[in-house]
């Protein structure tokens, strides 16, 4: 999970049946996001299906409920291009990092270029939930884990439980929100 996504070809072995397999494993374990790397797969590749996200929230305005619901895609050889606007906090969680959640500060905005299933080519913008859920993913593909950009102090205060998630003595369960 600490390597960095290849980028793939269109011709990489098998990738719609892989996709199809990663989205089942998401819904089962109730994700709305899921990277190569946490299924120990070094490419540069992640899904999204925020819907569950919608349904779930009732906190959230109907624009970005209708937004969220709507936002199911394929992320392959992603590049952020782009971040702006002031960081806000937002509790985080991973599938791979059962039992933690932690507000995390991330900016607001981002522009991300990127191929879908079909290697069709997008660059697009997208804020609120929506970028934080492709933020969380795409560190997924560098190499980087949500509990990285927490305060010193938090990280001291989890710090057990995650040597023994690297440790290999606590499994994911799969069982969380990103
Ligand atoms: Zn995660």
């Known amino acids: 999970m600490r390597n960095k996504g290849k980028d793939i070809s269109s011709d990489y072995p098998n990738l719609k049946q892989l996709i199809s397999d990663m ?3 998401m819904y089962a374990a109730k994700g709305v996001g899921l990277a190569a790397p946490q299924i120990g797969l070094n490419i540069n590749l992640f899904i999204v ?10 906190t959230m305005s109907d ?4 937004k969220l619901s709507a936002f199911k895609k ?8 782009r971040e702006e606007g002031d960081e806000w906090k937002f509790n985080e969680g991973c599938l791979s990092i059962p039992g933690i959640r932690e507000d995390v500060m991330r900016k607001p905005i981002i522009t991300i270029s990127y191929m879908d ?8 913008t997208f804020d609120g939930i929506a970028a934080r859920i492709i933020q969380h993913e795409y560190d997924h593909t560098q ?3 949500f509990v990285d950009k927490i305060s010193s102090f938090r990280k001291k205060m989890i710090a057990k439980k995650l040597k023994d998630i690297e440790n290999g003595l606590i499994t994911p369960k799969y ?3 990103l």
């Open 74 to 81: 394929v992320f392959i050889n992603a590049r952020i291009e």
């Open 117 to 124: 299933e079909n290697f069709v080519p997008h660059t697009e």
């Open 175 to 177: 069982k969380f929100k």
């Open 23 to 25: 989205f089942e494993t």
């Open 63 to 66: 624009a970005e409920r209708e």
């Open 49 to 58: 299906d925020a819907s569950p996200f919608a349904e779930d929230d009732d």
């Open 143 to 145: 190499g980087i884990l």
